[in-house]
C-alpha cells in the first residue's frame, strides 16, 4: 500500500475553485477584448486564455 494516499477535494470545494478562475479568466478576456489592438503576443495570450476558460466551464459542467 503507498505511503500517501490519493485525496480527493470535496466538489464543493472544487465548483468554487473553478468558479473563481473562470471569473478571473473572464475579467481578463473581457479586458484584453476591450482593447482597439492587441499585440501579436497579447492574440496569443487571449486566444490561450479563451481555451482555458472554455476548460474551466467543461470542468464546472461535471462538478455539477
Do not use: F
Amino acid at each position: 500500500m503507498p505511503k500517501h494516499a490519493a485525496r480527493t477535494i470535496p466538489p464543493e470545494r472544487q465548483k468554487s475553485h473553478l468558479e473563481k478562475k473562470h471569473a478571473a479568466l473572464s475579467e481578463r478576456v473581457a479586458a484584453l477584448d476591450s482593447r482597439m489592438s492587441l499585440t501579436p503576443a497579447e492574440e496569443l495570450e487571449l486566444h490561450q486564455l479563451k481555451k482555458e476558460k472554455l476548460h474551466a466551464k467543461d470542468a464546472l459542467r461535471e462538478v455539477g
